[in-house]
């Protein structure tokens, strides 16, 4: 047996240093130089454990996930991988590239950036104490810009590479409230700035991060706004009748809330306000808002699924001081020519995944097989910038499980979710059809994420299991890659 060759102490020291500091991200000479004279070849191996997210740099270019910390890359589209240089990180959530070599992975506590294709990660700054926030998305606008979002609302942005992360998110507004976990985030290609994020709302940006702004979510009952006489509280028979109607209709949906509200009449407010007095209006909304209330109780509605909007502003006076404004703001607000109540539906959302095509058209999936759209904003509007209507809508429930993730490809809209879900439309989103395909077993484990390349032909689905599934006809047609 040939004996092995000792190694100087100084050098076995100056190894070790150097291994220090590539675990710990410090950007040295050769930490990760995969090309340098006399090193290996970086082995091949295929990624396991729990897939958790994927992306596409190009056409060959793909780089996945897994939950427990580790990258793997691949330059032929998923037929062979290569382990990626990563920091010891507890666990990753997502990643996103914003051209073939810049991009970003986020998880619990943790943001990485790659400058070379997802081969080598480094660490990047976190705002605060990084070991309390927890990432969950992560998307790219170009390579200086990028967004990242995560549990108890948190909402990042850099506008620098990476260099410095801006905490954006909203603060608490009440004393012990918790905000709302935002599950995912998409950026179109571009470099306008708008960008979407998805979970129990839909907000967008307009301008990479900095403010956001709640997404409008069309009512799946249209119900018409009703008049109130002069001074009169009393709602006539014939609105009572069409609440109960819906109310029966939608009783199976424990995802619905009735939002009411009620306003005054130009001449209520000149007739009943007071010198500094509100008090007898505020009298007046709170008895309409309480006769809609019991109407709808009467007609079956869970009382714990109506909410008020608007309520009358009993503390105005610890306003005043810091706002003299208030009051007429408010009345500005709440005041008609014709006082009137109104009732509408409004969803719980649960969303999972959101993604938008090159034409402006956005999909979210969620909870319950769910599937919202928005439709795109017609040319004509675009290039005279005319409003045009744009609110989400349930478009349809494809699924008894819950969706994950839905993408954009060239040929199809993919959506991914438990239970091996893979769903296909290839009409934008208005009908689906569960994949088929005698080149793909049934199996039960979730399918995490699914991804197009820019062209919208190349496509990988990941999930748990190290599964990997691959489309080379924009979503068309799967076949399994791993196991």
């Avoid at 009467?298 to 105005?316: K, N, T």
């Amino acid at each position: 047996m040939r004996p092995v060759p000792r190694r100087s102490s100084s050098f076995l020291s100056a190894c070790f240093t150097t291994a220090l500091l590539c675990s710990i991200g410090t950007s040295i000479s050769g930490c990760f130089d995969e090309g340098a004279p006399g090193t290996a070849a970086p082995e091949s191996v295929r990624p396991s454990g729990d897939l958790v997210a994927v992306a596409l740099a190009g056409e060959g270019r793909a780089i996945v996930v897994a939950a427990r910390g580790e990258i793997y890359f691949s330059d032929d589209a998923g037929d062979s991988w290569q382990r990626a240089h990563v920091p010891a990180t507890a666990a990753l959530r997502d990643l996103a590239m914003a051209d073939r070599r810049q991009g970003w992975a986020v998880g619990e506590g943790v943001i990485l950036r790659t400058d070379d294709g997802g081969a080598t990660w480094r660490r990047q700054r976190l705002p605060g104490e990084a070991a309390r926030i927890r990432l969950s998305a992560v998307a790219a606008i170009d390579g200086d810009r990028a967004i990242s979002v995560g549990e108890e609302g948190v909402r990042l942005r850099t506008a620098d590479g990476g260099a410095v992360w801006t905490d954006v998110s909203r603060r608490p507004q009440q004393p012990g409230e918790v905000l709302a976990a935002i599950a995912d985030a998409v950026c179109p290609p571009g470099e306008s700035g708008d960008c979407w994020s998805v979970g129990s709302a839909i907000r967008q940006t307009r301008d990479g991060g900095q403010s956001w702004r709640l997404e409008e979510l069309a009512s799946p009952v249209d119900l018409e706004a009703f008049p109130f006489g002069f001074g009169e509280v009393e709602i006539a028979a014939e609105w009572a009748e069409r609440w109960a109607s819906v109310a029966s209709a939608e009783r199976h949906r424990t995802d619905l809330h009735w939002q009411i509200e009620a306003d005054l009449s130009e001449l209520e407010v000149e007739r009943f306000s007071g010198q500094d007095d509100p008090l007898a209006l505020f009298e007046l909304l709170e008895a309409r808002l309480e006769e809609i209330r019991s109407v709808l109780e009467e007609a079956g509605v869970d009382p714990d699924r109506i909410e008020l909007e608007a309520a009358p502003a009993w503390d105005f006076e610890e306003y005043l001081d810091d706002d003299p404004g208030f009051l007429d703001r408010y009345w500005q607000a709440r005041t008609r020519s014709v006082a009137r109540g109104r009732v509408e539906l409004v969803e719980e959302l649960s969303l999972a995944g959101v993604a938008v095509d090159r034409r402006g058209l956005a999909a979210a999936v969620g909870g319950g097989g769910r599937i919202y759209l928005r439709p795109a904003r017609e040319s004509l509007g675009a290039s005279l910038e005319i409003p045009v209507p744009s609110a989400w809508k349930l478009e349809t429930r494809i699924a008894p499980h819950a969706l994950l993730a839905v993408a954009f490809g060239r040929q199809r809209m993919v959506a991914v979710g438990v239970q091996g879900a893979i769903w296909l439309s290839s009409d934008r989103g208005r009908s689906w059809a569960s994949l088929v395909s005698p080149s793909v077993s049934p199996f039960f484990d979730a399918l995490r994420d699914v991804e197009f390349s820019a062209s919208g032909e190349v496509g990988l689905v990941v999930g748990e299991q190290g599964r990997i599934l691959r489309s080379q006809d924009g979503g068309v047609s799967w076949r399994p890659l791993a196991p």
